[in-house]
Every structure is written in structure tokens, then in C-alpha cells.
């Protein structure tokens, strides 16, 4: 599966951002879907995720509350909708696939993923 991200930017703080992160293919239904973010000079970190069927999400604690990731599988799209965006949140921000079918669990290593799109900048600055 090939994976494109879209819709970053330059935002204030407090401000809201949705992130797209559109599939090729006919199998997506079957992926678990995550979003990680990497800062200059630090690791990249997983944010959240979504099992293939939309059933099951989980987020990293630092964004539970405000980041959400629905999913679209009749539109091969997932996306991330940020909320109450922070400094702190200044990345670059990478979807990744998992072919899960079947599984609710969400794995948050990115040695986990075999799919990833190329990332899509979200400054956050005042």
C-alpha cells in the first residue's frame, strides 16, 4: 500500500489542524492506521492509531483529549483532526500502515509499520 499525507501548516496556538492520509490500493479496510510525528533531533514517537475496522483507537497521553483519527475505508482515508495545538506539537507527521486484519490491537513502535507516507510539517507558533 502506498500512503500520501497532506495538510500541514503554520498555525497559532490554541488553533486546530486535520491532517489526510490517503491509500492506494483495494486492501486498506484491512490496515491498522497510525500517525507518528518526529521534532528536529528527537526520535520519532507514535501519536495514535485505529484498527482496520474503526473499532478500537488508542493515543499517546500527551494528545489524548484533543487529537482524534477517524478513518474512512470507503475513501481509502484516515485522518488526524488536532485540537488546542501547542508549540510542543511542532513536527513533522508521518501515517504508517499495518496489515491487521482481524486484530483490535494497536501497536505504537514504528518497527511495527511496513507502510509509510512521507511527512507533512505542522509548525505551531505564535
Known amino acids: 500500500v502506498q500512503l500520501q499525507a497532506s495538510g500541514g501548516g503554520v498555525v497559532q496556538p490554541g488553533a486546530s489542524l486535520s491532517l489526510s492520509c490517503v491509500a492506494s490500493?483495494?486492501?486498506?479496510?484491512?490496515?491498522?492506521m497510525a500517525w507518528f510525528r518526529q521534532a528536529p533531533g528527537k526520535e520519532r514517537e507514535f501519536v495514535g492509531g485505529?484498527?482496520?475496522?474503526?473499532?478500537?483507537?488508542f493515543y499517546v497521553g500527551s494528545v489524548e483529549g484533543r487529537f482524534i483519527i477517524p478513518r474512512d475505508n470507503a475513501q481509502n482515508t484516515v485522518y488526524l483532526q488536532m485540537n488546542v495545538l501547542q508549540p510542543e506539537d511542532t513536527a513533522a507527521y508521518y501515517c504508517a500502515a499495518r496489515n491487521s486484519y482481524g486484530s483490535t490491537y494497536i501497536y505504537t513502535s514504528k518497527d511495527d509499520y511496513a507502510y509509510w507516507g512521507q511527512g507533512t510539517q505542522v509548525t505551531v507558533s505564535s
Open positions: 485505529i484498527s482496520w475496522s474503526g473499532g478500537a483507537v
Open positions: 490500493g483495494p486492501t486498506f479496510s484491512r490496515y491498522t
